[in-house]
């Protein structure tokens, strides 16, 4: 074992890019811990070769990924590291997360094949399949969270549990179709013989865990709660929606004594494959990896009433919850660290992609010119707080409300407008109308009895992902939930593989029984001293009426666009 500073890592594996960020613990007990290290590899700009945008491939509703362009990011990715120097024998553990809901085909003898690798050769030349055995992949394109192709696979599975509610009830959230449960479903139906062929399904979380594991990691529990196969109450799967879905899919989930593991479990050592490669020590943990959402969970210090916005492809806001008390468009999940308790969960699909393609019109794609066209809008307005515009921006599918997509609808003087005057006023209403759609469903979700106690008790917002950069966005984010907007520091850019990496050195320290030792909060503790304010509330009476005013017009946008 090396004696130089120990490294714990978090690798993210979201929509568009595959991220890695490693943390050194603190010099002093009680300090932050500090990044070290990180390190991504985009998926359209790096891997053009498998023709994805925003790292999906869509057909219609149909969006998928190329699981072998995810096993080739990771080569990518260790291979930078390596060039780069990185000191891959200081790692001491391992863990991470994926985009959640996603699913991953493993075709059978895949697990024979992660404990076998041969270091000399890379993971996509081996796992891709050669001409001597096949890929270990029965399905090469994974369906993701964004697609909406499985309607009646989902009516299906509320059949089974009785209703929509009946299965909230029971997993925490009512049929989605990009939940894992009703895509199997559809790869059963349409796809019998890949089915037939399928050893084990991961989802995006545990298929990369299963990489650096050397075989078949098991799912965890916070990821498993957006499945909608798991009663999220007992961590068990619910055998009648398995049923379902599709026959003998126990066994392709799971082939422990336990369904799914605790998000923190430590899972085993890293595969020799990587020891050989690229110089891990041979005893570096790996340690669960879980969704992104509940990942992020684990890099913020979120207090009583604090809730948590992260605005990477989707935008979702999350609270921690006592009680799993499932509302009509929201989720309950396991919460990732806290083992009794839930995390509350709203997704907007509409979010960064949709911001990218009005900055795109309007402002050439520059986040900077996108800035001064709001700055602009800003000064006029306060002579628009009366009878302010508002939209609903549903470029694709929405998720939270449901809604077909393929529709912006602008509202202006009192009536609905092609474009709204000027165009470039599309900028700020944008911004406005994502946050106030955050509040609004928030404040259903509060009304169905979450923790938090919604404003003006809400204490504070505390943001992560890629747009979390931009402080315009987080400006009109204070201003309408009316509490302080917080972010760590902005050399902490990816709060998922953060979060993990945080993960990966309390599960080592646990188990070494080395420094540290306690609870998981104490850690993200420490770091309220890298927390600073971005955006606090403008407080002119003005604001606060147009503000009041849009939300009234949205809700009412909502009614009269309802599907
Ligand atoms: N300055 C900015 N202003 C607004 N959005 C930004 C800015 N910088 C990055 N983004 C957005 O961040 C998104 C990526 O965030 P990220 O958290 O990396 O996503 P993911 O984890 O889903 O891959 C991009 O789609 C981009 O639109
Ligand atoms: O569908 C969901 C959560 O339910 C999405 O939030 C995915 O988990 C993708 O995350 P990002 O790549 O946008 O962070």
């Keep these: 074992m090396s004696t130089s500073r120990p490294l714990f890592v978090g690798v993210d594996l979201s929509t568009q890019q595959l991220k890695l960020t490693a943390v050194a613990p603190p010099d002093s007990e009680g300090g932050p811990p500090t990044i070290a290290w990180t390190e991504a590899v985009s998926f359209d700009a790096e891997l053009p070769q498998y023709g994805t945008r925003g790292g999906a491939v869509a057909r219609g509703p149909c969006v998928h990924a190329p699981a072998l362009m995810w096993i080739e990011a990771l080569d990518l990715l260790l291979a930078k590291l390596q060039r780069a120097g990185f000191p891959f024998d200081t790692v001491r553990a391992v863990s991470g997360c994926g985009q959640q ?12 094949m992660l404990g076998g690798l041969d270091p000399q050769r890379t993971l996509t030349s081996q796992l891709g399949g050669t001409a001597e055995r096949g890929s270990a992949l029965a399905v090469p394109m994974s369906p993701i969270w964004m697609d909406t192709s499985t309607s009646e696979q989902c009516r299906r599975l509320e059949a089974c549990a009785g209703g929509a509610a009946a299965l909230a009830e029971i997993t925490g959230s009512a049929a989605h179709e990009r939940f894992t449960g009703p895509q199997i479903a559809k790869i059963f139906e349409t796809q019998p013989e890949a089915y037939a062929r399928t050893e084990r399904i991961s989802l995006v979380s545990s298929f990369m ?35 379902a879905c599709a026959p003998d899919l126990s066994r392709r989930l799971s082939d422990t004594e336990a369904d799914v593991v605790p998000s923190d479990a430590v899972l085993g050592t890293i595969s020799s494959y990587f020891v050989e490669r690229f110089g891990f020590g041979a005893d570096c943990l790996v340690v669960s990896f879980t969704g992104d959402n509940p990942a992020t969970l684990c890099s913020l210090p979120l207090g009583p009433n604090d809730i948590m916005i992260s605005l990477g492809t989707s935008d979702t806001l999350c609270f921690s919850t006592k009680e799993a008390r499932p509302t009509p468009g929201g989720h309950i999940m396991r919460h990732p660290f806290v083992h009794d308790q839930f995390f509350g969960m709203l997704v907007f699909k509409n979010g960064s992609l949709a911001r990218e393609r009005v900055c795109s019109e309007h402002a050439g794609g520059s986040w900077t010119q996108f800035d001064r066209l709001v700055d602009g809008a800003a000064t006029v307005a306060e002579s628009q707080a009366t009878n302010p515009p508002i939209g609903l921006f549903f470029f694709e599918p929405e998720i939270t409300p449901a809604h077909p997509g393929g529709r912006v609808v602008r509202w202006q003087h009192g009536c609905y407008v092609d474009a709204f005057r000027p165009a470039s006023l599309d900028c700020l209403v944008i911004l406005e109308s994502q946050m106030l759609a955050m509040r609004h469903h928030l404040e259903q979700a509060l009304g169905c009895g979450a923790d938090v106690q919604g404003s003006p008790t809400l204490r504070r917002v505390i943001v992560a992902g890629g747009a979390a950069a931009n402080q315009r966005i987080l400006q009109v984010m204070a201003d309408v939930f009316d509490a302080p907007v917080l972010r760590l520091s902005t050399e902490n850019v990816n709060g998922a593989s953060f979060g993990r990496a945080l993960v990966a050195w309390h599960a080592w320290t646990t188990q070494s029984r080395a420094v540290h030792g306690g609870d998981f909060g104490d850690v993200l503790e420490t770091l309220e001293t890298t927390a600073s304010v971005a955006a606090l509330p403008r407080t002119e009476p003005w604001r606060a009426e147009r503000l009041r005013n849009q939300a009234s017009q949205l809700a009412l946008l909502y009614q009269q666009d309802a599907v």
């Design 209 to 243: 865990a299963s990489l650096f594991l050397g075989k078949i990691a098991p799912i965890d529990a916070a990821d498993a709660s957006g499945m909608n196969l798991l009663n999220v109450r007992t961590r068990t799967w619910d055998r009648r929606l398995l049923d």
């Design 101 to 112: 809901h996603g699913s991953v085909f493993w075709a059978k003898g895949a697990a024979r």
